[in-house]
């Protein structure tokens, strides 16, 4: 029995480790707004902060991670003479995965045996279900000279990865496709994670 809790504790581990060799499939759920037509013809900005986001350590990394994305939509950064600015944000709850069994938090190994048949439980089995989190950012385009907001859009995604600086550049990806005219409406975004099946 405890052979047999092992290879299948071991195959379970093996289609994990697998899937991380492969990539990942990020799908997101976007929807954006603008009210552009084309790239600006001066596509500069700076990041803007509102007061509670000047005072969080983790800002500046976030930009970071947003910069990326707003380059390959064809923006580019300027802080001495931006015609734009852009305010990036992001919420990560960690939530209950809808695949937890909520009547089983975890796994014990179950061993048999001994002189007398003795029953005994050794260290307790990961709970792969237990991690899920809800994640989203969003990213807003503000023209500097009349201050007006001319590009808005939202992305979202429930899953199970654990590492943020992986997944929200990837969201920022998501979130930025179709600049500066996107499609209309909710839809899905792909974004392929490490490296492809």
Same mark, same amino acid.
């Given at each position: 029995?405890?052979?047999?809790?092992?290879?299948?504790?071991?195959?379970?581990?093996?289609?994990?480790?697998?899937?991380?060799?492969?990539?990942?499939?990020?799908?997101?759920?976007?929807?954006?707004?603008?009210?552009?037509?084309?790239?600006?013809? &001066?596509?500069?900005? %700076?990041? +803007? =902060?509102?007061? #509670?986001?000047? $005072? *969080? !350590?983790?800002?500046?990394?976030?930009?970071?991670?947003?910069?990326?994305?707003?380059?390959?939509?064809?923006?580019?950064?300027?802080?001495?003479?931006?015609?734009?600015?852009? &305010?990036?944000?992001? %919420?990560? +709850? =960690?939530?209950? #995965?809808?695949? $937890? *069994? !909520?009547?089983?938090?975890?796994?014990?190994?179950?061993?048999?045996?001994?002189?007398?048949?003795?029953?005994?439980?050794?260290?307790?089995?990961?709970?792969?279900?237990?991690?899920?989190?809800?994640?989203?950012?969003?990213?807003?385009?503000?023209?500097?000279?009349?201050?007006?907001?001319?590009?808005?859009?939202?992305?979202?995604?429930?899953?199970?990865?654990?590492?943020?600086?992986?997944?929200?550049?990837?969201?920022?990806?998501?979130?930025?496709?179709?600049?500066?005219?996107?499609?209309?409406?909710?839809?899905?975004?792909?974004?392929?994670?490490?490296?492809?099946?």
């Amino acid at each position: 029995m405890v052979r047999l809790l092992r290879v299948m504790f071991a195959a379970g581990l093996s289609v994990v480790l697998a899937g991380c060799a492969t990539g990942y499939l990020l799908d997101n759920q976007v929807q954006s707004f603008s009210q552009l037509q084309a790239v600006p013809a &001066q596509p500069t900005y %700076r990041f +803007e =902060r509102v007061l #509670s986001q000047q $005072a *969080d !350590p983790n800002q500046q990394a976030l930009e970071a991670m947003a910069d990326p994305a707003l380059h390959r939509a064809g923006l580019r950064r300027d802080d001495a003479a931006p015609h734009y600015s852009v &305010q990036v944000l992001a %919420r990560v +709850e =960690r939530i209950f #995965s809808p695949y $937890a *069994d !909520p009547y089983w938090s975890g796994g014990w190994s179950l061993g048999f045996g001994g002189r007398h048949g003795a029953i005994g439980f050794g260290a307790p089995w990961p709970n792969w279900d237990s991690y899920w989190f809800r994640r989203q950012v969003t990213v807003v385009l503000r023209e500097l000279p009349t201050n007006r907001v001319v590009y808005e859009t939202h992305s979202s995604n429930e899953g199970p990865l654990l590492d943020s600086r992986t997944v929200l550049p990837a969201m920022f990806d998501a979130a930025m496709q179709g600049f500066p005219v996107p499609a209309p409406g909710p839809r899905r975004v792909d974004i392929q994670l490490g490296a492809r099946p």
